[in-house]
């Protein structure tokens, strides 16, 4: 069942047992607040070296691939660094924030099934098909509808649709949620972005507590 969240985008929990991983520098969108889209010309390609991230992890319980340049699917070898990691430390748990868009089916068949159900991947989808596209520019909608399907086709692994509040996509929230039912996903969660304060147009008229009230009412 899809349960409901939200939290303040500036809260972090972590743990001497996580370790965050920036897998590349690699991303095929635009977003607008990205920091990788307004220092795109002094911006270098950079991808992990998988012995490196092997060697990394050995003291680690969950390894967590979240980019704030890049996203880890665009790593080049990011399948065989996760098979690499589930081979070389059985128990570790995998974490995935990605925006889930222009991979096939294939690729994300062949990355899901070295997952298990203490696994995550988090998609974060800003919107429905009709608007996703407005921040997570060049987002390719269909591939990420399949990349979902198929997580939950081929995978036990958790699967959570992260979805930041603007201006453009607070009216469709309810829509994305009811998607995210339909879907079988684990949880859907709706976030403040903070970045409102640098880029103004993006803030929503709505509040957070009020955008939620609606989806529980």
């Not at 996580?18 to 002094?42: F, N, S, V, W």
């Not at 068949?109 to 997570?136: A, M, Q, T």
């Not at 409102?196 to 008229?205: A, G, H, I």
Request: hydrophobic share 35%; with cysteine.
């Amino acid at each position: 069942m899809t349960s409901i969240h939200h939290h303040k985008e500036n809260t972090v929990v972590t743990s001497i047992r996580e370790l965050h991983i920036e897998a590349t520098t690699r991303c095929q969108l635009g977003c607008p607040a990205c920091p990788r889209t307004y220092a795109k010309d002094k911006l270098k390609i950079s991808d992990i070296d998988i012995n490196v991230v092997i060697k990394s992890c050995k003291n680690y319980d969950l390894v967590y691939f979240c980019g704030d340049h890049g996203d880890a699917i665009y790593h080049p070898n990011f399948i065989e660094i996760v098979r690499q990691l589930k081979k070389n430390y059985p128990t570790i748990k995998i974490y995935l924030d990605t925006n889930g868009s222009g991979r096939k089916i294939d690729w994300w068949k062949e990355l899901v099934e070295l997952l298990n159900e203490h696994d995550r991947i988090n998609f974060n989808i800003d919107g429905i098909e009709s608007n996703n596209h407005i921040y997570r520019k060049n987002s390719k909608w269909e591939t990420i509808i399949d990349a979902l399907k198929t997580v939950k086709t081929y995978s036990k692994c958790m699967v959570f649709w992260r979805y930041i509040v603007f201006a453009h996509n607070e009216n469709t929230v309810s829509e994305a949620f009811n998607l995210s039912k339909e879907l079988g996903l684990n949880s859907f969660t709706v976030i403040e972005s903070n970045r409102y304060d640098t880029f103004e147009f993006l803030r929503p008229v709505k509040s957070l507590d009020k955008i939620v009230k609606e989806l529980n009412d």
